[in-house]
């Protein structure tokens, strides 16, 4: 697996309060690092209206929590850019009906998208590698 050198951060993964507070917003009030690759997530979920998101190409990374209890959204597209997707990153997206795969996606963490109560078809890309601990419970 690849391995990521982002400053100090051992978890690639992983938010810390100052890369919320430094991070640049797109015009839905995603984060994402200052180079692009990283997606920080949101840091006011319950303003997040959107029903269909983008993921910006060239992002390599969905963090932890990123989308996490964003009750609106139903679909979700993920470049092929993508190869990291962090733990509890869609959790709680109850209306999560759709996502469409990076067809470089590599590691999903775990509980990714725990109570994803609308996500019923699901297909994996063959590069996945590595797959976490209940990444689709309560499904």
Do not use: Q
């Amino acid at each position: 697996m690849k391995k990521y050198n982002i400053g100090n951060n051992i978890n690639p993964t992983e938010v810390t309060d100052y890369d919320i507070h430094i991070s640049p917003k797109d015009k839905f009030g995603v984060s994402y690092s200052s180079d692009g690759t990283r997606l920080i997530g949101i840091k006011e979920k319950k303003d997040f209206c959107s029903t269909e998101y983008h993921i910006i190409d060239g992002t390599k990374i969905i963090c932890d929590e990123a989308f996490s209890g964003c009750s609106h959204i139903s679909k979700i597209i993920i470049p092929d850019s993508v190869e990291i997707i962090g733990s509890w990153a869609f959790a709680n997206c109850r209306s999560l009906e759709n996502i469409v795969f990076s067809n470089s996606l590599k590691t999903i963490k775990s509980f990714a998208f725990k109570d994803c109560k609308k996500l019923n078809n699901i297909v994996l890309p063959n590069t996945l590698e590595s797959l976490g601990e209940m990444v689709f419970s309560y499904t």
